[in-house]
């Protein structure tokens, strides 16, 4: 009786597993709707809607990094400096437009073309020089922190001296008395766009199949050089977007911005489910990873907890989220 119930056990544990491996978003959505249950019955104050809309546009600015960073891990990579590129394009388009009376959009098209070429620099680094990309991005991060704290001088620009463009991504509208950010409506249809390209198109296939195998992929016809070289610049791209998100957020640019969230947007990607070993997961379980912390530390600070302990909270969701990830991986085996 006792080996039947075992057997049972293991053939229940086994098809989550494939379950899981399957639908990478699953578990880290149950995870989501578990901590806002458990949240909302700890404060009354969490459902909201003023709480809710603060969450939201704290997600917005990681959320979108999240999206970049994501098709960087898809391929087996890993992109430190894609905080730094953020705040150097945010400076480039507020400090262009405060400074030369440059309209809006072309700023914002200068500061698009900038945070392009520091992705492409990235993965010029990564496929010609083939260096790992943790150490290339590494390497990254300072040289984009020192052009950004030089570009500026080390001093925030004002809202008030920028184009109302570069500022709409922090205006709001109201839903059911929340306020929402555009923003937040803009994470949301970048989000929607990349996990249709990812799943409907041949370069999203090709991002997959060289993050699951470079070799493999590389023999079979993909031209795997090209494809993370692309996946670099369009990681780049959207970096700029989170840096117009970032510049509507706090209503300026300042050069000590956003200093953690390159590590934030790899906690968004890693909780999201999607593997640090490439080839699995999907940009919408990244939104789910990001609204995850942001739950979770807003959650915690309004159950009075200290800042050291959400931190470390963070800290064991990121070391359990791995763990289940090399649990999954074992699918493959």
């Known amino acids: ?15 989550v597993q494939h379950l899981l491996h399957a639908q990478a978003t699953i578990g880290p959505a149950v995870v ?26 704290q997600v917005a600015v990681v959320g979108t990094l999240a999206v970049g960073q994501t098709i960087v891990i ?76 030089w570009y500026s001088g080390s001093a925030t620009i004002r809202g008030t001296d920028m184009p109302s463009l570069l500022l709409w991504t922090g205006q709001t509208f109201t ?15 970048l989000v929607a766009a990349m996990a249709f390209v990812l799943k409907n198109t041949a370069w999203g296939r090709h991002v997959y199949s060289t993050g699951d195998d470079l070799e493999a992929s590389r023999l079979s016809g ?11 610049a369009t990681a780049g791209l959207i970096y700029a977007v989170a840096a117009w998100t970032l510049i509507g957020r706090i209503a300026s640019a300042s050069p000590q911005a956003g200093q953690t969230d390159n ?20 940009v919408v379980g990244s939104l789910i990873g990001a609204l995850i912390v942001g739950v979770f530390r807003n959650g915690l600070a309004l159950a009075g907890v200290d800042v050291l302990w959400q931190t470390m909270a963070v800290g064991v969701l990121i070391i359990v989220a791995v763990s289940l990830d090399q649990w999954i991986r074992k699918v493959k085996a």
């Not at 009786?1 to 098809?15: F, I």
């Not at 400090?95 to 993965?123: D, H, Q, Y």
């Not at 839903?175 to 249809?189: C, D, E, K, P």
């Not at 590590?263 to 999907?282: C, E, N």
């Open 222 to 232: 993909i031209r795997t050089a090209r494809v993370l070289l692309s996946v670099y």
């Open 263 to 282: 590590l934030d947007s790899i906690t968004a990607v890693v909780i999201g489910g999607t593997s640090l070993f490439g080839g699995r997961g999907a």
């Open 175 to 189: 839903v059911g008395g929340t306020r929402i950010t555009y923003g937040s409506i803009m994470l949301v249809l």
């Open 32 to 57: 989501l709707l578990a901590s806002v249950i458990v949240f909302a019955l700890l404060s009354d104050r969490f459902l909201t809607p003023g709480n809710i809309s603060l969450i939201l546009q």
């Open 74 to 149: 898809l391929t087996a990579g890993i992109d430190l400096s894609c905080g730094a590129i953020m705040v150097l394009t945010s400076i480039v388009m507020a400090k262009v437009a405060a400074e030369t009376g440059l309209p809006g959009l072309p700023a914002l098209l200068l500061g698009f073309l900038v945070g392009t070429v520091c992705g492409l620099l990235n993965g010029l680094l990564v496929t010609r020089l083939k260096l790992p990309p943790f150490i290339v991005t590494l390497g990254t991060l300072n040289v984009f922190f020192a052009l950004n704290l």
């Open 1 to 15: 009786m006792t080996v039947v119930v075992e057997e049972r056990d293991r053939s229940l544990l086994t098809r």
